[in-house]
Nanobody, 114 residues
Framework: QVQLVESGGGLVQPGGSLSLSCAAS????????LGWYRQAPGKQRELVAS???????DYADSVKGRFTISRDNAKRTLYLQMDSLQFEDTAVYYC????????WGQGTQVTVSS
């Protein structure tokens, strides 16, 4: 059974940083292409960062240069380091496959506010 559990969200001021984690079970983690998604109120869920099994990364233009996706295959954990956070980054953040065919987790709320 596939389970994705996101954590690390919180309230941060503009310009601040947060680090998200996603613990995965039930998938062949080391070869899976994975991604971080976010959904802001009233908006569709969007892919913001992805990483292949080999470590190749890709980012949405809106987060390029500010967010860093990484993975630890031994820990079966996906990470998202978010720096220089902006109001527009406020959303619920989820992890899933680069193509999102796994069941969605509960997500973790990130709120950027002064």
């Amino acid at each position: 059974q596939v389970q994705l559990v996101e954590s690390g969200g919180g309230l941060v001021q503009p310009g601040g940083s947060l680090s998200l984690s996603c613990a995965a079970s039930g998938i062949i983690f080391s070869v899976a292409a994975l991604g971080w998604y976010r959904q802001a109120p009233g908006k569709q869920r969007e892919l913001v960062a992805s990483i292949t099994g080999g470590g190749t990364t890709d980012y949405a233009d809106s987060v390029k240069g500010r967010f860093t996706i990484s993975r630890d295959n031994a820990k079966r954990t996906l990470y998202l380091q978010m720096d220089s956070l902006q109001f527009e980054d406020t959303a619920v953040y989820y992890c899933n496959g680069r193509t999102p065919y796994y069941p969605w987790g509960q997500g973790t709320q990130v709120t950027v506010s002064s």
